[in-house]
């Protein structure tokens, strides 16, 4: 008979491979959403300007000559970097792209300090794009309703009173074209100092973001040390008292990976629509002499209102997502509460400061009702994966180690991890089971082609038997 493994030995080696995945997996998503955090104060109240500005906050118009001709070897090399980084991913080199992705970072910074920017492509380079031609569609428009202002009286072409309504909607979009570039900044740039201001009174706004993710335990110095539970003094625990051991491990782990989760989702769903919110503001400023233009469109003039009441509410939304976390800090800091309530009323009142930007601004709803949907679909599949993967390869490694001792155990321990690999993800999950049933597989015992025979042990799994009485 072969020497096996002691059990009371390999267990506890076994529950450790299963938690080492499992903590790196929580490092993991802690790190990013720490990432996340950093900025979402920037994020949440940022309203896009139409001029570029300088570190100190002036208004750069133009480049001057000098850092024009000082940025030029930059730019050229950048242009090189750009075309070398298109050629990694057409070969797949992951290392050499994110090398030169790199490069690429640390050249724009580098105009950024020079006080570089690119003229031509900024949002006010792109807004006179279609300020001039809808300045003179706008002209010809009021022309056409002064005439139009007899034809309604002497023919009845129209509705009486439509000219005069195209001539009060084309003088108005003429003075907004021009008045639009000198005025937006102004609101943006206090919009954001004010929004900011909201979110602390008188102190940082990013304490106010770390409290509430601490709370919601999203945030790294607040969470339970996931990596104590490797500790080998956990080992001695689990040997002496396994009832007290799990315990344990259900309260101070998993109860913690349960807040993380839907902490997780919320963090990406609200810097998300921050940033679908300032690229929906940009789009629409850049766009806004031509929808100034469709207002005096009779089938488009609702369309065109509708985008830029939209605009509009997503502009003033960073005043109430700060209010809203700022009064809700204060709500939790100040009223004595038990921890699980203190969990379930942060995740909601950053849930309430991420929708604003939808309840001022619905056209956003569907963009980020999908986005929404993929990422919570993201997070499941890939928590389920690694909490899979983690199961399979402890029972893989029991079962493994029961029928062929320490080989056997390494052999069920990488069967089992792809197994449960493979049932995290449905659809590949799907596609092997069908495979299986079809015939696919069905070499897989066949000594012919080269499979292993039918009374093999695959990682150690027990061969399934035939039933008393079967050929």
């Not at 782990?253 to 807040?259: A, H």
């Not at 993380?260 to 810097?271: G, Y």
């Amino acid at each position: 008979m072969k020497d096996r493994p002691a059990f009371l030995l390999q267990g506890p080696a076994i529950l450790g491979m299963m938690l080492l995945g499992f903590v790196v997996y929580v490092g993991v998503m802690t790190a990013f959403t720490g990432v996340i955090q950093g900025s979402l104060a920037d994020a949440i109240t940022e309203v896009p300007t139409m001029h570029a500005y300088d570190m100190d906050g002036n208004r750069v118009s133009v480049v001057s000559e000098e850092v024009a001709a000082a940025a030029q070897p930059h730019l050229e090399r950048r242009g090189e970097m750009r075309e070398l980084a298109a050629l990694h991913m057409q070969n797949a080199d992951y290392e050499a792209l994110t090398q030169t992705d790199g490069e690429i970072d640390s050249i724009n910074a580098e105009l950024l300090r020079m006080g570089y920017h690119d003229t031509d492509s900024g949002i006010a380079a792109m807004y006179w794009w279609f300020a001039y031609p809808a300045a003179a569609i706008l002209v010809a428009m009021t022309i056409f309703s002064g005439a139009g202002h007899f034809w309604e009286k002497g023919f009845g072409i129209w509705r009486r009173g439509a000219s005069l309504e195209m001539f009060k909607a084309s003088i108005f979009g003429l003075v907004a074209i021009f008045l639009v570039p000198e005025v937006w900044d102004v609101f943006a740039i206090h919009m954001t100092e004010f929004s900011r201001h909201m979110m602390n009174p008188g102190g940082d706004p990013h304490a106010v973001i770390d409290s509430l993710w601490c709370k919601m335990g999203a945030s790294a110095a607040c969470m339970f040390d996931f990596a104590g539970v490797l500790d080998p003094t956990s080992w001695s625990t689990a040997l002496a008292s396994p009832n007290d051991f799990g315990q344990s491990l259900m309260g101070e782990v998993f109860v913690p990976f349960f807040k993380l989760m839907p902490a997780l989702v919320v963090s990406l769903v609200v810097f998300v629509t921050a940033k679908v919110r300032v690229l929906f503001i940009s789009i629409v400023l850049i766009t806004l002499p031509m929808w100034l233009v469709l207002r005096n469109v009779p089938y488009l003039q609702k369309h065109a209102k509708n985008m830029m009441d939209n605009m509009v509410g997503a502009s003033f939304a960073p005043f109430l997502s700060a209010v809203t976390l700022y009064v809700g800090w204060t709500h939790v800091s100040n009223a004595p509460m038990p921890s699980l309530e203190e969990w379930v009323s942060v995740l909601g009142i950053v849930t309430l400061a991420g929708l604003w930007p939808l309840i001022l601004a619905p056209f956003l709803s569907n963009v980020t009702g999908s986005i929404q949907g993929a990422i919570q679909t993201a997070v499941i599949s890939s928590s389920n994966m690694a909490m899979q993967i983690g199961m399979g390869s402890a029972v893989g490694a029991a079962s493994g180690a029961a029928a062929g001792g320490l080989g056997g155990s390494l052999r069920g321990l990488a069967t089992g991890a792809g197994r449960g690999a493979i049932g995290g993800m449905p659809a590949v999950d799907k596609l092997v089971k069908g495979g299986s049933s079809t015939g696919m597989m069905a070499g897989a015992g066949d000594n012919e082609e080269g499979g292993p025979a039918p009374g093999d042990n695959l990682g150690g799994f027990p061969s399934e038997k035939p039933a008393a009485g079967a050929r």
